[in-house]
Each structure stands twice: as structure tokens, then as C-alpha cells.
T-cell receptor, first 111, second 113 residues
Framework: NAGVTQTPKFRVLKTGQSMTLLCAQD?????MYWYRQDPGMGLRLIHY???????AKGEVPDGYNVSRLKKQNFLLGLESAAPSQTSVYFC??????????FGPGTRLTVL | GENVEQHPSTLSVQEGDSAVIKCTYS??????FPWYKQELGKRPQLIID?????GEKKDQRIAVTLNKTAKHFSLHITETQPEDSAVYFC????????????FGAGTRLAVHP
């Protein structure tokens, strides 16, 4: 039981490049979330999903897209990366309780 | 929407002392308040949570108190140990359903031996 995993762990992009971050969970959770963490600002919700095939916007959705084609996977896409998207990205999932379980994070640098 | 403020941003204590971190929230509909601990380079992990139908909850050296009228809640750590050193985040949401958490900015706690 791996819990929540994220791929990749680190990535460096140039401005304008695109990439996809993958989040996978093996707990059969319905709810999945993408957050970004910046120094001094805590975690901010980018997008979330309440089930397979559904997505919704969080606090800071601009510049990101998401997809939930399979229940266990939640993808976060950056179509044209900007330096302001340099951050640590965390995925989380939640089942029948209120507890959100976080993945190990992806450190993204946009030059 | 909900806004969560957290204080202090940094806290330094001697081993064995108590530490208190305070958060305030703005949305009176919020009724679920978790606290997460994040060690350097690691993922946030839930350490304790409280729901609005109780005023206090304890788990060994950790306790959380909630004042719904004043819209604030606090984390109390007693008999601090060096391994308590980490960043602590409070959050607020409406329990159940998709449970969108709004986080405070975090408190960096340093426990000195």
C-alpha cells in the first residue's frame, strides 16, 4: 500500500515549456486535490476532483489544467510554464473521512 | 470565502517548554479544523483535528482548543522535544463532501535542547 505517490520528484523547465505532474493513490479515494506551496504562504488549492471524470477550480487555478480519467490518478498540467509557477506541488487524496493524505511533493523550477 | 490567519510565523522554545500556535478563521460555516506537521523536505502529515461540536481534543502531548464564538483555534504542545521541530499548519473547512481546506501560512517551531 504505497498511499499517495507523485511523479516526478524534481523538474526544471524553461519559460513557455509544458509538463504534466502525475498523482496516483491506491486507497480507492474519491476525492483528490492539487496544492502549491510557496514560502510564507502555506498550501493553496489549485484544482480538485470529487470523482472520476470530474474536476473543479480551487483558489489559484490560472495557468493550470487537470484531468481525472481514472479514479486512482489525478494529472496536473502546465501548458506554458512561467517563473511564477516555481513552487512545490503537493497532491492529496481523501476517502470517507475528513482526513486528506498528502503525496511526497514535486519541486518545480521554471527558469 | 474562508481566510485563515496563523500566528506566530516562527516560534523558538527550550526543550521541555510548552508551545502554542493560534489561528483565526473568517467563515462561520467552517466546522472542521485540522493541524498538519511538515518536517523539512517532507509531506504535510495530520497530527490532530477538531470538529465544531467539541471545544477541546487531546492526544498525548498535543491538544487543540476551539472557540467558535471568537472563530479561533489553537494548537498546544507540552513537554516539547527536539523532534517536534517542524512547520505546523492550521486549516479550516466544512466537513464532509469535498472538504476544501484553506490553510494558514504556517509556524516554524524550533525546539532547542
Amino acid at each position: 500500500n504505497a498511499g499517495v505517490t507523485q511523479t516526478p520528484k524534481f523538474r526544471v523547465l524553461k519559460t513557455g515549456q509544458s509538463m504534466t505532474l502525475l498523482c496516483a493513490q491506491d486507497m480507492n479515494h474519491e476525492y483528490m486535490y492539487w496544492y502549491r506551496q510557496d514560502p510564507g504562504m502555506g498550501l493553496r488549492l489549485i484544482h480538485y476532483s470529487v470523482g472520476e471524470g470530474t474536476t473543479a477550480k480551487g483558489e489559484v487555478p490560472d495557468g493550470y489544467n487537470v484531468s481525472r480519467l481514472k479514479k486512482q490518478n489525478f494529472l496536473l498540467g502546465l501548458e506554458s510554464a512561467a517563473p511564477s509557477q516555481t513552487s512545490v506541488y503537493f497532491c492529496a487524496s481523501k476517502g470517507g473521512t475528513d482526513t486528506q493524505y498528502f503525496g511526497p511533493g514535486t519541486r518545480l523550477t521554471v527558469l | 470565502g474562508e481566510n485563515v490567519e496563523q500566528h506566530p510565523s516562527t516560534l523558538s522554545v527550550q526543550e521541555g517548554d510548552s508551545a502554542v500556535i493560534k489561528c483565526t478563521y473568517s467563515d462561520s460555516a467552517s466546522n472542521y479544523f485540522p493541524w498538519y506537521k511538515q518536517e523539512l523536505g517532507k509531506r504535510p502529515q495530520l497530527i490532530i483535528d477538531i470538529r465544531s461540536n467539541v471545544g477541546e481534543k487531546k492526544d498525548q502531548r498535543i491538544a487543540v482548543t476551539l472557540n467558535k464564538t471568537a472563530k479561533h483555534f489553537s494548537l498546544h504542545i507540552t513537554e516539547t522535544q527536539p523532534e517536534d521541530s517542524a512547520v505546523y499548519f492550521c486549516a479550516a473547512s466544512q466537513q464532509g463532501g469535498y472538504n476544501k481546506l484553506i490553510f494558514g501560512a504556517g509556524t516554524r517551531l524550533a525546539v532547542h535542547p
